[in-house]
């Protein structure tokens, strides 16, 4: 398949384990953030998303918590299984109706 | 298979030249967005259409431009081809017309290599 990145932080895992991707965000008037999956040679996919007013939600096997303080946003995926390899990146919309996405993080399960 | 479909799935051409490149949304969609994506900038937004009028405008070069038919399906245009356009580029559709609130389905992307 097609790399999307030859220079992004990589986070190796076992399978069964959790894992945590972390996202810093520019705009503190961001008030909408997704977190997008996309493998090798395909589009991105879509996760999870949060608003502003949340700071946690929960989906399948994915967290994704939203720290404004610190402007912070991390995904956790618990039971890390082989097919969760893929580049994960964060997205922000900064409320001028467009999104501004980060440069991603290769996540890496071993058997 | 998110639904939209795009044309070609590569593309190789030489500097200079112009090229186009189709997207297809998902069925009710009527939000187009064209992205791009490089190795060394990330995912990058271009431009959104939403029925068929321009609705948001990203890092697009002049050299680029696209349109939205009105069968919704939709046309990026580079011209002037350089070796940095090299890239991804993704289409992606959603129903409504904001990006936030709005899911996105993405597209399986065109490889363009210019030479």
């Known amino acids: 398949g097609e790399s999307v990145g030859l220079h992004l932080p990589t986070l190796s895992v076992q399978e069964g384990d959790n894992s945590i991707i972390n996202c810093a965000y520019s705009?503190?008037?961001?008030?909408?953030f997704i977190w997008y999956k996309q493998e090798s040679g395909k589009g991105p996919q879509f996760i999870i998303d949060?608003?502003?007013?949340?700071d946690k939600r929960q989906g399948q096997r994915v967290t994704v918590l939203l720290n404004k303080t610190v402007k912070h946003l991390s995904l956790q995926i618990a039971a890390t299984q082989p097919g969760d390899s893929a580049v994960y990146f964060c997205?922000?919309?900064?409320?001028?109706?467009?999104?501004?996405f980060g440069k991603g993080t290769m996540l890496l399960v071993s058997p | 298979d998110s639904g939209v479909t795009q044309t070609p799935k590569h593309l190789i051409t030489a500097t200079g030249q112009r090229v186009t490149l189709r997207c297809s949304p998902r069925?009710?969609?009527?939000?187009v967005y064209w992205y791009q994506q490089s190795l060394d900038q990330g995912l990058q937004f271009l431009i959104q259409?939403?029925?068929?009028?321009?609705?948001a405008k990203g890092n697009i070069l002049e050299r680029f431009s696209a349109q939205q038919f009105p069968d919704l399906h939709s046309e990026l245009n580079l011209s002037s081809l350089e070796l940095g356009d090299s890239a991804l580029y993704f289409c992606?559709?959603?129903?409504?017309?904001?990006?936030?609130?709005?899911?996105?389905?993405f597209g399986p992307g065109t490889r363009l290599t210019v030479l």
């Open positions: 705009n503190s008037a961001s008030d909408y």
């Open positions: 992606a559709s959603s129903e409504g017309p904001g990006q936030a609130y709005n899911e996105q389905f």
């Open positions: 259409y939403y029925n068929g009028e321009e609705r």
């Open positions: 997205a922000e919309n900064s409320g001028y109706s467009t999104l501004t």
């Open positions: 949060i608003r502003s007013n949340m």
């Open positions: 069925s009710g969609d009527l939000s």
